[in-house]
């Protein structure tokens, strides 16, 4: 592997350094956020559809009626994400990281096009799909991009930039969807929009180059210590170069080709065993602890803690958002001060005790629904739900009972008196709804009024300010330093494939767990998990910090697993660092 110049202070000064190079060197930073408008557009289609899918609802029947179909929106463009990120890994050992992303943009753009057009759900799914590819591709390239074009002491800073840009597109989105709330043809904008930062990134990664490692691995050596020339310092850059040309001519010693990667001697490999190991692991659990059911149904969940409103729901899931980019602003900051590590570990410690709350909260609104009054229920008696005319014992009713109704659906408008007194239980449609508004009254068709929304509010919040520094930045950070440069395309995209089946995974059954099992359940599953992460990460995730690339390679071949994750790393491999 490639090496990297690295000084005893750099975790200290890591931040001051990546600020500084907004004068000192400010090429670098134009690379880095260029390459991460891939991570904003990751975060723009994450976020935009929670928004989005409230008015899709309206706008075609179908889809409201059908919580399949809503699951199919969301998740189709997951399914192309897996397909992408697949595809991406191939692409950035073949063809480069600049060409893998601006395959990424056409396919955005194409997709956000087709999107914004779309008659009826089948061709918003066909949209949702391309997106979906061009969301995988550049999910993996951005940060493997900017890692190959960063010097090792801010490395980890400058791919937190990619995280970043991730949280601020998923904020963005957040802005835009309360922006066309009220204008004609919602989502369509909503949705249309996202081309606009697919067509700029295409535009500026015209004007970059190619990774100077993967030009250096390609046999064009003159063109990438140009640019490294103009990454490093004088001081720094012959020793960078030595460190790449040794790791290159030792991979082709070890492999006899520098070109055709061997998939048997990648599985068999001791150091990409164990890298993969932490590094699709990690990716994984950063799936499965719930994240992206809080920002793909954030306005849902929402709706579920007890506020009616699709505007209320969309201003408060802004704020969710605006917490979630400020936590990948301190990861920039901490990342190479605190180390990869521990930044995991008091991120998931805090998941785990935010979904708690969440989990507490939920059964109590739950189990303190309002109940159902007979005499508002059938003041109208054709618009009386069925399944409550045809009930046995009507006085067990209560809100979260009106909303199970399936034959046909109902809706449940709260009491002219206070939310939280029994209100009436009626056939969920338009005109129903307007009835319901008419009398100053709340219509609640997710979830059912409760004096425990705002403690919801808190447990979101808590849980988004704790997973962002932490399980939302590093995991990328980790995959895109923790292979051999022969293999780091391909191992790569495996991770990031691995991330979007768990994304499908979560995202396709959320909806139908918090129908089957209940919200407050399903959050506990997560939670569960979250224990389980943290266990993972304190055996199987090695700490990289300010290491230069060639020395994980080293550590990853001697290492066994580590539970004293508090310590520092052995002096061997401190004396290595202060030698280079």
């Excluded at 805090?350 to 709350?357: A, D, E, H, N, W």
């Excluded at 447990?459 to 293999?487: K, Q």
């Excluded at 919200?519 to 230069?548: H, N």
Aim: proline share 3%; hydrophobic share 45%; charged share 15%.
């Amino acid at each position: 592997m490639e090496g990297g110049i690295i000084h005893g202070g750099a975790d200290e000064s890591a931040f001051k350094e990546c600020f500084s190079l907004t004068w000192k060197n400010p090429y670098v930073l134009r690379l880095a956020f260029s390459a991460g408008i891939g991570g904003l557009l990751f975060g723009y289609d994450t976020g935009v559809i929670s928004g989005a899918l409230l008015y899709i609802r309206d706008d075609f029947k179908s889809v409201d009626r059908n919580t399949w179909l809503q699951e199919m929106i969301v998740s189709m463009a997951v399914a192309g994400a897996i397909v992408g990120a697949a595809i991406g890994g191939w692409a950035n050992d073949k063809f480069g990281r600049r060409s893998a992303i601006l395959m990424a943009d056409f396919l955005f753009l194409l997709g956000a096009i087709i999107m914004a057009a779309a008659p009826n759900p089948s061709l918003l799914v066909v949209g949702r799909v391309f997106v979906g590819l061009g969301v995988g591709m550049a999910s993996m390239t951005a940060p493997l991009y900017i890692s190959e074009a960063s010097p090792a002491k801010i490395r980890g800073a400058l791919v937190s930039t990619n995280g970043f840009l991730i949280t601020g597109g998923q904020f963005l989105s957040y802005l835009i969807n309360l922006a066309f709330t009220d204008v004609t043809g919602t989502w369509r904008w909503m949705l249309g929009i996202a081309g606009i930062p697919a067509l700029l990134q295409f535009i500026l990664m015209f004007t970059l180059p190619e990774s100077p490692r993967w030009l250096y691995r390609k046999g064009r050596e003159e063109e990438a210590k140009a640019i490294l020339r103009r990454i490093y310092s004088a001081e720094d850059v012959e020793q960078e170069i030595r460190a790449l040309k040794d790791s290159v001519e030792l991979e082709i010693l070890e492999e006899g080709s520098s070109e055709k990667i061997n998939m048997i001697k990648l599985c068999k490999a001791k150091t990409v065993r164990r890298g993969l190991i932490a590094g699709v692991g990690l990716q994984v659990f950063q799936q499965f602890v719930g994240i992206n059911t809080v920002m793909y149904y954030s306005p849902t969940i929402v709706q579920l803690a007890g506020f009616a409103s699709n505007r209320t729901a969309l201003l408060l899931s802004l704020v969710t958002a605006g917490l979630n980019a400020f936590g990948s602003i301190i990861s920039i900051y901490f990342i190479d001060r605190t180390g990869r590590k521990k930044l995991l570990i008091i991120s998931l410690f805090g998941v785990v005790i935010s979904l708690g709350i969440l989990t507490g909260v939920f059964y109590e609104a739950t189990t303190h629904a309002p109940a159902i009054s007979s005499l508002e229920t059938q003041r109208f008696n054709n618009i009386t739900c069925p399944d409550y005319k045809s009930a046995m014992n009507t006085n067990a009713w209560d809100c979260m009972t009106c909303l199970k109704a399936s034959s046909p659906s109902c809706g449940y408008c709260s009491s002219p008196t206070g939310k939280e007194h029994p209100g009436a239980c009626w056939i969920s449609d338009d005109s129903v709804k307007d009835l319901c508004h008419n009398e100053n009254r709340l219509w609640y068709t997710r979830g059912c009024p409760s004096n425990f929304g705002w403690f919801a509010l808190l447990g979101l919040g808590l849980y988004i300010i704790f997973f962002s520094p932490g399980m939302g930045t590093v995991p990328w950070i980790v995959n895109s330093e923790i292979y051999p440069l022969r293999f780091r395309g391909v191992c790569g995209g495996i991770a990031a494939t691995a991330n979007w089946i768990s994304n499908l995974i979560v995202a396709q059954s959320f909806l139908s767990l918090t129908e089957a099992i209940g919200t407050s359940w399903t959050f506990l599953i997560f939670g569960v998990i979250s224990v389980i992460a943290l266990l993972f990460v304190v055996v199987c995730v090695p700490e990289t910090k300010g290491m230069p690339m060639e020395e994980i390679e080293k550590m990853l071949e001697g290492r066994s697993m580590e539970f004293k994750f508090w310590k520092k790393r052995s002096k061997l491999v401190e004396k290595q660092n202060q030698s280079a």
